[in-house]
């Protein structure tokens, strides 16, 4: 069982910056492929960043040249730098971990952390 905790989160004006913070859990969190997903009111969860053990890093083109997605595994946490803000990055941003183990894969959810950007 993996425990994510999310952080960060806040109202920020647009054109601000926000950082968002996920600690995680277990032995094995350096070969978790870990992600940022977000959901605004009445649109499904969509992708923002990944990033692999390798820290090879995926970004949705909505995001890409404003968000950093990073990680530190000695401290098991990942990160979502967020800079130039928009008012369409409103949502609830989530914290995933991917685990492959064999032919089975797992996924874990934090509980999410609110984003709101408006002026």
């Known amino acids: 069982q993996v425990q994510l905790v999310e952080s960060g989160g806040g109202l920020v004006q647009p054109g601000g910056s926000l950082g968002l913070s996920c600690a995680g859990s277990?032995?094995?969190?350096?070969?978790?492929?870990m992600g940022w997903y977000r959901q605004a009111p009445g649109k499904q969860r969509e992708l923002v960043a990944t990033?692999?053990?390798?820290?090879?890093?995926n970004y949705a083109d909505s995001v890409k040249g404003r968000f950093t997605i990073s990680r530190d595994n000695a401290k098991k946490t990942v990160y979502l730098q967020m800079n130039s803000l928009k008012p369409e990055d409103t949502a609830v941003y989530y914290c995933?971990?991917?685990?492959?183990?064999?032919?089975?894969?797992?996924?874990?959810w934090g509980q999410g952390t609110q984003v709101t950007v408006s002026s």
């Open positions: 277990g032995s094995r969190f350096s070969i978790y492929t």
């Open positions: 990033i692999t053990s390798g820290a090879t890093t």
């Open positions: 995933n971990a991917h685990i492959i183990s064999g032919s089975i894969t797992y996924d874990y």
